[in-house]
């Protein structure tokens, strides 16, 4: 199947700095890129949605000042958590998916577990 | 948007064939049926998806009955590694093809 890959798989940064992370598609254009985010024994929630080429649509209650997210090319979409705090600790998954019809496979990456401290 | 409901958590133990229910009740006529595993600390993984009557691949077979307002997901013969979450979306057809995840099912192999 296609791969989807991000990167870092875990990145510990200090409290009030920025950090990014990167989401690739490697075999495949990625029309639509999700960006999600889990707690620890919760589900996936869903921070946005991306199109290539577009701004994100972000979900209800997520601030978009705070999860900056840019998909410049149809293999690459990028989430930057500006200024993050200890409760921004999280397991932040991709997705990616070549169009935006549901049966369309969506592949998601492997996450990144980000600690804030 | 359709919403799903599964149970919480299963047990079952290897070799067992399992079941997992999946309702949704206010599901549209071009949305589709997706189901994913997701292991601790990974992202999911697709398993099988369909729209109606039964599909079935090399992993598991999907149930929908005529109405499509639930559907079973199948794991023929369990096991210890088949220990994930399980996850049943309804595909958002007419808003872009997010997927919505629900609370998903905890399924525990037993030995």
């Known amino acids: 199947g296609a791969v989807v890959s991000q990167h870092p798989s875990w990145v510990i940064c200090k409290s009030g700095t920025s950090v990014k992370i990167e989401c690739r598609s490697l075999?495949?254009?990625?029309?639509?890129m999700f960006w999600y985010r889990q707690f620890p024994k919760q589900s996936l929630m869903l921070m946005a949605t991306?199109?290539?080429?577009?701004?994100?649509?972000?979900e209800q209650g997520v601030e978009k000042d705070k999860f900056l997210i840019n998909h410049a090319s149809l293999t690459l979409s990028t989430l930057t958590v500006t200024s993050a705090h200890p409760e921004d600790s999280s397991f932040y998954i991709c997705?990616?998916?070549?169009?935006?019809?549901?049966?369309?496979?969506?592949?998601f990456g492997q996450g990144t577990r980000l600690t804030v401290v | 948007l359709a919403k799903t409901t599964q149970p919480i958590s299963m047990d079952s133990y290897e070799g067992q064939e399992v079941n997992i229910t999946c309702s949704h009740n206010?599901?549209?006529?071009?949305?589709?049926i997706t189901w994913y595993q997701q292991f601790p600390s990974q992202g999911p993984r697709f398993i099988i998806q369909?729209?109606?009557t039964k599909v079935t691949n090399e992993v598991a077979s999907l149930f929908i009955p005529a109405d499509r307002k639930s559907s079973t997901l199948s794991l023929p013969r369990v096991s210890l590694s088949d220990t994930a979450v399980y996850y049943c979306?309804?595909?958002?057809?007419?808003?872009?093809?997010?997927?919505?995840f629900g609370q998903g099912t905890e399924l525990s192999v037993k030995p």
């Open positions: 997705s990616a998916r070549s169009g935006t019809d549901m049966n369309t496979e969506a592949f």
């Open positions: 206010n599901i549209a006529t071009n949305d589709y």
């Open positions: 075999d495949f254009q990625a029309t639509t």
């Open positions: 369909g729209y109606k």
């Open positions: 991306s199109n290539e080429g577009s701004k994100a649509t972000y």
């Open positions: 979306l309804v595909g958002e057809g007419n808003q872009g093809g997010k997927l919505i």
